[in-house]
């Protein structure tokens, strides 16, 4: 397998198991929280008041956000807070058209404000976008138990869907979700890139080491010098420095070598080799 197919390999499973680490355990990585707390600014604080709405093109203005003091608890089981069951609170104009909208769900549980629940809305129906929504004006606030507004406003049209991406990608990179879609993708690319890099190797010969480096040459012996027969006189192939100092060998005119090692060539018997063997052992006698 390719060094690079590897190292994808071990990328992917790396964040494989990250990912589902951290959806089993539900751990989220501190990187991504949010180092300040939000704080929400409210506008009124009270059960009675006059409010004045006026609506922007950019963002959109989506009235109150009301609070009231309570818990998220839901004893009977109803999928309504059980708080909520109390709050009396109308919001009208001059047509005495109350505009605001409980949402008690157990599905809409805010816990930005401490010791308070979120009970509902303000002009704005975040559960039904098609009904009626407050115009530039007055309007009159009542409620039955101490409440606190919030202005909220919503997002924009055009940035919207980028900023939901963007949203969707941070937070499944807190929870470990992103970190696990994206190592299947890269995973696929290791597999891919394993075949791809084999098959290339396999078409490439390769070079085997080993054997014969050296270059051989074939030298003839027409430079050589040679006898009174025609023949080329002997030559030793281990010559040594200390032949320089030794007499030169007698005989061995016909061509040939001594006993002593070397090529043989045509014309030299054995006969001829025994007696200049002989000879030469001796001269050396003699010396």
């Given at each position: 397998m390719h060094p690079l197919a590897r190292v994808i390999f071990v990328i992917s499973g790396t964040m494989t198991f990250v990912g589902f680490f951290f959806m089993i355990t539900g751990t989220t990585i501190p990187f991504f929280d949010s180092q300040e707390e939000v704080e929400i600014e409210f506008a009124f604080s009270g059960q009675s008041a006059t409010l004045h709405f006026e609506q922007t093109e950019s963002p959109p203005n989506n009235g109150w956000a009301v609070y009231s003091f309570g818990q998220y608890l839901d004893g009977d089981e109803d999928g309504?807070?059980?708080?909520?069951?109390?709050?009396?609170?109308?919001?009208?104009?001059?047509?005495?058209?109350?505009?605001?909208?409980?949402?008690?769900?157990?599905?809409?549980?805010?816990?930005?404000?401490?010791?308070?629940?979120?009970?509902?809305?303000?002009?704005?129906?975040?559960?039904?976008?098609?009904?009626?929504?407050?115009?530039?004006?007055?309007?009159?606030?009542?409620?039955?138990?101490?409440?606190?507004?919030?202005?909220?406003?919503?997002?924009?049209?055009?940035?919207s869907l980028f900023s939901r991406i963007i949203e969707w990608i941070v937070d499944g990179f807190a929870t470990g979700r992103t970190i696990l879609c994206a190592s299947f993708p890269l995973m696929i690319l290791g597999a891919f890139l394993a075949v791809l890099l084999s098959d290339e190797d396999e078409q490439t010969p390769k070079k085997t080491s080993g054997g014969p480096t050296a270059e051989w040459r074939a030298y003839s012996l027409t430079g050589q010098e040679r006898g009174d027969d025609g023949l080329?006189?002997?030559?030793?192939?281990?010559?040594?420095?200390?032949?320089?100092?030794?007499?030169?060998?007698?005989?061995?005119?016909?061509?040939?070598?001594?006993?002593?090692g070397g090529l043989y060539l045509d014309g030299w018997t054995d006969e001829d080799s025994d007696a200049a063997y002989k000879k030469k052992v001796q001269d050396r006698r003699d010396r």
């Open positions: 309504i807070w059980d708080d909520c069951g109390i709050l009396e609170i109308s919001l009208t104009n001059d047509s005495e058209v109350n505009f605001f909208y409980p949402n008690c769900d157990n599905s809409t549980k805010r816990e930005e404000v401490a010791d308070m629940i979120y009970v509902g809305q303000l002009c704005f129906d975040p559960t039904n976008e098609s009904s009626s929504i407050c115009i530039e004006g007055n309007y009159s606030f009542e409620s039955n138990v101490f409440v606190k507004l919030s202005q909220e406003f919503g997002q924009n049209d055009d940035q080329p006189k002997a030559f030793s192939r281990h010559s040594e420095k200390k032949d320089i100092y030794r007499k030169p060998r007698k005989g061995n005119v016909r061509g040939g070598v001594h006993k002593s």
